[in-house]
């Protein structure tokens, strides 16, 4: 509804007011040619048309301190065009507020029965707005915490941090509601506009549940696989084959196979146990130790047709869990063998860098394609199944490795090309390294 302004040439106030004065001048000289008195008359004239005009202009007046809302009475003379354009003005204003409250009114109902609970934060991180599931699990109300620093409200250490870092896409998993009882939270916090933060709470109580049901299913079940695995093992044992070639055959496969499910239920068990773990030992562990029996157990698995050298260049242990890590590392030097073809190199390094220190597995085996790089550390992911099998692999030992590399807060790297081989470097932060000279211990 745009409005134009009015243009004074073309106005027909304009042109109405001037036609009437000319008309009044008019018979005012008429009148005062008859009477004799001219200049009486004319006085008159233009005094009544400027007392006229003054109280037209007090009408306008009246009119805009009404707030214009109303139509502007008629007959204001020469204002009545500029109160007419006002109006309009007015309307269109009017018009266009309606539709942005409307749609702004529109917007916060459904924020409001979003079920994920959303806080609308100043740059100064002040409560602006927040709608009824933030309320319910941040324990908000309406009337006492608007405009209150969220800092301040919260007493959890754990958010707390959180929110001082104020770090977008690095939301807090897993934080207790402080409302109510029993609810887990996620928080995420999405920068908008300028300075303006969006605090996302998410009840994942039910899918914590739901994870801790799958991981308690899956330690259950290797547990309980594990003691008929070790009869059906001891009875294969037992078997008496030699002397008949087809059950020989037979037995060695069921042997093979049965080896093969211990490694997975037993794998599956580690994980199980690193996955409940929030921490991991603080042993120290000397580097030089480690190195030494993970040569003895790549020489016994390669069997002499690998060229196998460890590398040490940092004198620096880890705390940590000597066990875990011992298999982790063993899991990537056995990767190594096992993907390497016989005559190939594999070297391993200790070696310190800017940030820490790094473990490190090269080989010049098959290589990884790129694409499946991105998903090579999860559960069963392998990239071909029957060479994994061949190979004797479970397809969980990345996973083992990025789990207990995770409870040392170290990060897994892997590097691989196709045909000329991987890199598998494990970086440790100075927080997690120990001197050379400390009491070690393998
Ligand atoms: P697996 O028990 O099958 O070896 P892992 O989790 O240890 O399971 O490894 C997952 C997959 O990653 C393997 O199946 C293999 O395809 C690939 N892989 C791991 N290490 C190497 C390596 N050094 N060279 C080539 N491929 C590798």
Same mark, same amino acid.
């Given at each position: 509804?745009?409005?134009? %302004?009015?243009?004074?040439?073309?106005?027909?106030?304009?042109?109405?007011?001037?036609?009437?004065?000319?008309?009044?001048?008019?018979?005012?000289?008429?009148?005062?040619?008859?009477?004799? +008195?001219?200049?009486?008359?004319?006085?008159?004239?233009?005094?009544?048309?400027?007392?006229?005009?003054?109280?037209?202009?007090?009408? $306008?007046?009246?009119?805009?301190? %009404?707030?214009?809302?109303?139509?502007?009475?008629?007959?204001?003379? $020469?204002?009545?065009?500029?109160?007419?354009?006002?109006?309009?003005?007015?309307?269109?204003?009017?018009?266009?507020?309606?539709?942005?409250?409307?749609?702004?009114?529109?917007?916060?109902?459904?924020?409001?029965?979003?079920?994920?609970?959303?806080? $609308?934060?100043?740059?100064?991180?002040?409560?602006?707005?927040?709608?009824?599931?933030? %309320?319910?699990?941040?324990?908000?109300?309406?009337?006492?915490?608007?405009?209150?620093?969220?800092?301040?409200?919260?007493?959890?250490?754990?958010?707390?941090?959180?929110?001082?870092?104020?770090?977008?896409?690095?939301?807090?998993?897993?934080?207790?509601?402080?409302?109510?009882?029993?609810?887990?939270?996620?928080?995420?916090?999405?920068?908008?506009?300028?300075?303006?933060?969006?605090?996302?709470?998410?009840?994942?109580?039910?899918?914590?549940?739901?994870?801790?049901?799958?991981?308690?299913?899956? %330690?259950? $079940?290797?547990?309980?696989?594990?003691?008929?695995?070790?009869?059906?093992?001891?009875?294969?044992?037992?078997?008496?084959?030699?002397?008949?070639?087809?059950?020989?055959?037979?037995?060695?496969?069921?042997?093979?196979?049965?080896?093969?499910?211990?490694?997975?239920?037993?794998?599956?068990?580690?994980?199980?146990?690193?996955?409940?773990?929030?921490?991991?030992?603080?042993?120290?562990?000397?580097?030089?130790?480690?190195?030494?029996?993970?040569?003895?157990?790549?020489?016994?698995?390669?069997?002499?047709?690998?060229?196998?050298?460890?590398?040490?260049?940092?004198?620096?242990?880890?705390?940590?869990?000597?066990?875990?890590?011992?298999?982790?590392?063993?899991?990537?030097?056995?990767?190594?063998?096992?993907?390497?073809?016989?005559?190939?190199?594999?070297?391993?390094?200790?070696?310190?860098?800017?940030?820490?220190?790094?473990?490190?597995?090269?080989?010049?085996?098959?290589?990884?394609?790129?694409?499946?790089?991105?998903?090579?550390?999860?559960?069963?992911?392998?990239?071909?199944?029957?060479?994994?099998?061949?190979?004797?692999?479970?397809?969980?030992?990345?996973?083992?490795?990025? +789990?207990?590399?995770?409870?040392?807060?170290?990060?897994?790297?892997?590097?691989?090309?196709?045909?000329?081989?991987?890199?598998?470097?494990?970086?440790?932060?100075?927080?997690?390294?120990?001197?050379?000279?400390? +009491?070690?211990?393998?």
């Amino acid at each position: 509804m745009p409005t134009s %302004a009015p243009n004074v040439l073309q106005s027909r106030a304009w042109h109405v007011s001037i036609g009437r004065l000319l008309l009044l001048v008019g018979s005012a000289l008429a009148i005062g040619i008859a009477s004799g +008195h001219i200049a009486i008359a004319l006085i008159v004239v233009f005094a009544g048309y400027s007392v006229w005009s003054l109280y037209s202009l007090l009408r $306008v007046q009246r009119w805009l301190l %009404a707030r214009a809302r109303l139509p502007p009475p008629s007959d204001m003379g $020469v204002w009545s065009e500029d109160a007419e354009f006002i109006y309009r003005r007015h309307q269109t204003g009017r018009y266009q507020q309606r539709r942005l409250v409307r749609l702004l009114r529109a917007y916060r109902e459904a924020a409001a029965v979003l079920p994920d609970g959303v806080v $609308v934060l100043s740059a100064l991180r002040q409560i602006v707005w927040f709608n009824e599931s933030a %309320a319910r699990l941040l324990g908000l109300d309406g009337q006492h915490h608007r405009g209150l620093i969220i800092d301040r409200l919260v007493t959890n250490p754990q958010i707390l941090a959180w929110l001082a870092q104020a770090r977008a896409n690095d939301p807090l998993i897993d934080v207790p509601s402080p409302s109510i009882a029993d609810i887990r939270m996620s928080m995420r916090l999405i920068p908008y506009a300028q300075d303006q933060w969006l605090l996302v709470v998410r009840d994942v109580s039910t899918l914590l549940k739901l994870e801790q049901v799958r991981r308690d299913f899956v %330690a259950n $079940v290797s547990h309980e696989l594990r003691t008929p695995l070790t009869v059906l093992y001891g009875y294969l044992d037992l078997i008496d084959s030699e002397n008949d070639p087809e059950l020989s055959g037979m037995v060695c496969e069921m042997r093979k196979q049965s080896t093969r499910m211990a490694q997975i239920v037993d794998d599956l068990l580690t994980l199980s146990r690193l996955d409940a773990q929030a921490n991991t030992d603080d042993e120290s562990i000397a580097m030089d130790a480690m190195l030494a029996s993970l040569r003895r157990d790549a020489e016994a698995l390669s069997q002499q047709q690998h060229d196998i050298r460890v590398d040490t260049t940092s004198v620096h242990g880890i705390r940590g869990s000597a066990n875990d890590l011992h298999s982790a590392f063993a899991n990537l030097v056995a990767n190594a063998v096992r993907y390497t073809p016989p005559g190939g190199k594999i070297v391993v390094r200790w070696f310190d860098e800017d940030d820490g220190s790094c473990f490190e597995v090269e080989d010049s085996g098959c290589g990884i394609p790129k694409e499946h790089l991105p998903r090579i550390s999860e559960r069963f992911y392998r990239v071909s199944t029957s060479r994994s099998r061949d190979k004797g692999g479970t397809g969980l030992g990345l996973s083992i490795v990025k +789990h207990v590399l995770g409870l040392h807060q170290a990060r897994l790297e892997i590097r691989s090309e196709v045909g000329t081989g991987s890199i598998f470097s494990a970086h440790f932060p100075h927080a997690r390294l120990i001197d050379g000279t400390e +009491h070690e211990s393998a």
